[in-house]
């Protein structure tokens, strides 16, 4: 069984209100999504800006709710399940945004960022946390001093790795990664995709990895899922999607897009 199953996802979106708060219009974000994630694997979700990538990954973690559709993780029915069983799901289930100065608050510590989901989800105290959260540094390559110090005093990269620190210290099994590299130069970038490549192997990770860039979904993932104006239109394996496209957009996408080099 796998690990992650979504079923005829369906999310619409407001686009426009009337002067009496009414919407005006709607735009169709996710049209009948159905996709399977297998333990361990990795599923890169590619497409243009506005074809629905992010608002999946934010329902599969339950971060929105879709119009209708079913979400199943490990077995466990995920739009469904309330209080308790909410929360330990959560836990099993990280994310990893795609902004890395916005999605820390500058007015935390590190420590306090990285541990901030074992505030959030319970979990031990004082000196152990301050333990888990320099493994987490240490596991993203960053040395333990930096948990004393603020975001603004890191780059752009270092402070990616901060995020992924904070997804990785309840030790999830699975991992949404939002477009985690757009907003950094395409070396610092590269690092971070190899870095995630490792961690994967380190912890056992599964991953759905969202991106634009089809040279990075086809360097990191196992099979390739192609989204457009709210569908998917092709789903195979990175061989599959990357030497024989069937779709017109999957070829345009492949047209599209100059090589990175992500090799370690």
Known sequence: M?????????????????????????????????????????????????????????????????????????????????????????????????????????????????????????????????????????????????????PHEFSGGQRQRIGIARALILRPRFIVADEPVSALDVSVGAQIVNLLKQLQREFQLTYLFISHSMPIVRYLADRIAVMQQGELVEVGTTEQITTAPQHPYTKTLLAATPEMEVGA
């Open 2 to 150: 796998p690990l992650l199953e979504v079923h005829h996802v369906v999310k619409t979106f407001a686009a426009e209100q009337s002067y009496f708060g009414k919407a005006s219009s709607s735009v169709r974000a996710l049209n009948d999504v159905s996709l399977n994630i297998e333990a361990g694997e990795t599923l890169g979700l590619v497409g243009e800006s506005g074809s629905g990538k992010s608002t999946l990954g934010r329902i599969v973690l339950r971060l929105i709710e879709p119009d209708s559709g079913e979400v199943t993780f490990d077995g466990r029915d995920v739009l469904r399940s309330g209080g308790s069983e909410l929360r330990r799901l959560r836990r099993d289930m990280q994310i990893i945004f795609q902004d890395p100065v916005g999605s820390l608050d500058p007015r935390m510590t590190v420590e306090q960022i990285v541990c901030e989901p074992i505030a959030i989800h319970g979990g031990e105290g004082g000196r152990s946390r301050r333990e888990r959260a320099a493994e987490a540094m240490r596991a993203v390559r960053l040395d333990e001093s930096a948990l004393r110090r603020y």
